[in-house]
């Protein structure tokens, strides 16, 4: 009964490429070629058995927001060139590539184009964010679009995510292939095995473009005024290399971001550029991109971001429904401290989608962001404040007044230091010879030590702690208010403690220390002898 189900929706796709194809064949305009266009693929509902949809369909109900998600195939013919391969997992080159050179051509492909846009053209603001999808974990990700969701639907952007690597196609066991061989079996990006590398991904991604632009079953008809070239880490590593070497032979996009990674931008591109960079790139040796660093010129933009990890916490928790969904996999890190900065630096990417737009529309330059106050180059340090935080960069709210350290310098790219503000001399590591009250199988770490909740960490209880033993909170912090400084010290030692890790007991104390204190903790400015006042007083002083 199966196979017959499965012959039968294979017979219909068939059928329906067939008539497609016809519909939307190659046109002779512009200088990178029109590829042909299948689709949109019909797909049943997202989380069926037989993963006959798209592979990490959005779990968001685009419907609501006068939105769609389709999808199509697109093949032809792909140029080889003898760009050179990035270096490392993102690319961070020290140097430009020149102009890259034609070594062969007419190798078939055949890939694939998510795309999510507005149904009515009065949604739609002109723009559409081309993102090559990040194939790290073995599959297609959209990294962009995660992070930017909300951005996106609000400001009337379409976003199309475009298969150019064949990790992303062919890698086990969660390869698009692999997962649904039956809706993705035909796809193609390496010369049916001949070619490795991904040397023909450069071509693709411009065919990708100039599919956009040129059928308009594509984007249903909108009209497309501008295109933006997005990636994120090893896509930025590619489209470093693109930009500099492909595209600047035959330009197709109108501007480009690169998030964390990507080479040295040749400083003759005509298009804007914005490269996005986060604290772990300033941190750790295999992602370190200070020698890759390069003064702003009219078309060129750094944008470090303070606090910022390579992979932060809104990252994780935003895939975790459909990695459930589709892979069967639960949103979890491996780290031994709490991973993932929680500063959220998909506000700054919004920012650099934003200011591309309006520099190619009004001319509006981006703004200028003030460097990362860089110690060393290698090994890659920073300068940072007493509480551990860096200096320098853009700094979101997070880092201006911030209530624990926040970095992107520990587990790797999924990077959070165990730190809390009061725990800033503790190094990340477990404490020998202890053992966590919640599993007695894992070694204690830093900020579970008794000494600062003595009696919350034996057992679930609201009994004030013995502050007698409190060297853990009140020796870093002292707060005065009108109310008791002692109260006010448990406030700030629970206030700062990693929120992951909030036992009830803990939280229900912060309350009461923020009905005493007439202030949120997150507001509270951070160092020795700072005021703080009812609301009342702030009010009569207003």
Not at 39 to 64: A, E, K, Q, R
Not at 300 to 309: H, N, Y
Request: hydrophobic residues 40%; contains cysteine.
């Amino acid at each position: 009964m199966f196979a017959s189900k499965a012959l039968s929706m294979m017979l219909k796709i068939l059928a329906f490429c067939a008539s497609t194809l016809i519909i939307f064949a190659p046109s002779a305009s512009g200088v990178v070629p029109t590829p042909s266009v299948i689709g949109p693929i019909p797909s049943d509902v997202p989380g069926s058995p037989d993963h006959n949809y798209p592979f990490f369909s959005t779990d968001m109900v685009l419907s609501d927001f006068g939105y769609v998600e389709q999808e199509f195939f697109f093949d032809g013919t792909a140029n080889r060139y003898d760009a050179p391969a990035p270096s490392g997992g993102i690319g961070n080159n020290a140097a430009s590539a020149t102009t890259a050179n034609i070594v062969a051509s007419g190798y078939p492909y055949r890939s694939r184009l998510l795309v999510r846009r507005p149904v009515d053209p009065a949604r739609f603001n002109g723009v559409v964010v081309v993102e090559w999808l990040n194939v790290s974990n073995g599959y297609d990700t959209d990294v962009h679009w995660l992070y930017q969701k909300e951005f996106f639907l609000r400001a009337g952007y379409a976003w199309v995510g475009v298969s150019a690597q064949n990790a992303g196609l062919s890698n086990q066991p969660n390869g698009l292939k692999n997962w649904s061989p039956l809706r993705y079996g035909t796809l193609n990006v390496n010369a049916n095995g001949t070619l490795t590398g991904d040397v023909l991904s450069y071509d693709i991604y411009s065919q990708a473009a100039q599919a956009i632009k040129s059928v308009p079953a594509v984007m249903g008809g909108l009209p497309v005024q501008m295109l933006i070239a997005i990636g994120q880490s090893q896509s930025a590593g590619r489209l470093g290399i693109y930009l500099n070497a492909v595209h600047v032979r035959d330009p197709i996009y109108d501007g480009a971001v690169l998030a964390s990674g990507g080479q040295i931008i040749r400083t003759d591109l005509t298009i804007p550029v914005i490269k996005l960079l986060t604290e772990t790139e300033y941190v750790l040796p295999a992602v370190n991109e200070i020698p890759v660093l390069q003064p702003d010129t009219d078309k060129i933009r750094i944008w470090p971001v303070a606090g910022a990890s390579h992979s932060e916490q809104y990252s994780l928790l935003s895939r975790a429904a459909f990695l459930k969904r589709d892979l069967g996999l639960q949103a979890f890190d491996t780290c031994a401290t709490p991973a993932r900065s929680r500063v959220p630096n998909r506000f700054v990417y919004n920012a650099a989608v934003d200011a591309v737009v309006k520099l190619n529309r009004a001319g509006i330059e981006p703004a200028h962001a003030p460097p990362m106050q860089v110690l060393t180059v290698s090994p890659p340090t920073i300068a940072r404040d007493q509480f551990g935080n860096g200096l320098g960069g853009i700094r979101l709210a997070e880092m201006e007044v911030p209530v624990a350290h926040d970095g992107g310098e520990t587990c790797f790219l999924a990077a959070r230091t165990c730190r809390s503000i009061r725990q800033r001399s503790m190094p990340c590591i477990p404490i020998t010879g202890a053992t966590s009250p919640r599993s007695p199988t894992r070694p204690m770490l830093p900020w579970q030590r008794a000494s600062c909740f003595p009696r919350m960490r034996r057992r679930r209880s609201t009994k004030r702690p013995d502050r007698s033993s409190d060297t853990g909170c009140s020796a870093f912090i002292s707060v005065k208010t009108r109310s008791s400084s002692r109260s006010i010290r448990r406030r700030v030692c629970s206030a700062t403690r990693p929120r992951s890790w909030r036992s009830w007991a803990t939280r229900r104390l912060l309350r009461r220390s923020r009905r005493s204190a007439g202030i949120l903790a997150r507001d509270t400015p951070m160092g020795p002898e700072t005021r703080l006042s009812s609301p009342s007083a702030r009010r009569s002083r207003a």
